[in-house]
């Protein structure tokens, strides 16, 4: 359901400012109502709303079957403080919740030698993620009402839900990941100048850079023992209202 509103939200938002983005001459007054222009201040502010898509990549011990994680869309929600350097370089921090899901099936060869039920070949990961990235933004020079961008930088994450100092463990049904993680993030979008604000849709990738398993308290265990590490990696996309 909250995908749908989504959707609607983005068409309403296209049609109205469809005459806007579209016609020949530039837009004198973005952002501001008419006011002059904001893309000249030092600090600006705004806020963005997305949906991330969040993988696992793994790095194996033996050459066992690939465990399979299972992807589904998560929402992600956040604000935006934006600090100009020049025309076209932007320096910029966007602390956000997102909220996603995995599941990782695995492969009965993990087991052999064990005595097992099919719940065991599952495991759900839920993460709920106090993300913080710290980003370069490189623009091109604004063409019309559009101005084309490329991003990159580095991010820190707290998963409230990683369940890291959980006693418990695969062995209760419990799977574990860290609680503190970094990751690099490159992406592109685009700028599309407004009468009332600047709307930006983006695409951007997140690479986890530590590895984010919590291994089990037998080193035998059929759940991690062959993970030599795990590593989150993601796409994310959000539209930016500044």
Do not use: C
Not at 39 to 54: A, C, K, P, Q
């Amino acid at each position: 359901m909250k995908y749908f509103f989504a959707l609607i939200s983005i068409v309403f938002i296209f049609e109205t400012s469809n005459a806007q983005l579209f016609r020949k001459e530039k837009v004198t007054y973005d952002a501001n109502q008419g006011r002059g222009s904001t893309d000249n201040n030092l600090l600006r502010w705004g806020y963005f709303l997305g949906i991330n898509n969040y993988d696992f990549n793994f790095d194996y011990n033996e050459d066992l079957r690939d465990i399979y994680v299972k992807r589904s869309p998560g929402f992600s929600v956040g604000l935006i403080g934006n600090l100009r350097i020049n025309e076209f370089l932007d320096l910029r921090l966007e602390p956000g919740l997102l909220i996603t899901t995995r599941e990782l099936y695995y492969s009965q060869s993990y087991f052999q030698g064990t005595t097992f039920t099919d719940s065991d070949l599952i495991r759900e990961v839920k993460s709920t993620y106090i993300h913080i990235p710290l980003l370069l933004k490189v623009s091109t020079k604004r063409i019309n009402n559009f101005k084309p961008f490329i991003v990159g930088g580095f991010s820190t994450a707290l998963n409230l839900s990683s369940n890291e100092t959980n006693p418990n463990d695969n062995s209760n049904g419990q799977f574990r990941t860290t609680s503190n993680n970094l990751f690099y993030e490159l992406g592109f979008g685009i700028d599309f100048y407004l009468y009332n604000f600047k709307f930006t849709p983006s695409i951007r990738g997140i690479f986890g850079i530590n590895d984010e398993l919590v291994h089990d308290e037998d080193p035998n265990s059929p759940w991690t023992s062959n993970i030599n590490s795990m590593k989150t990696r993601g796409v994310f996309v959000n539209f930016t209202f500044q």
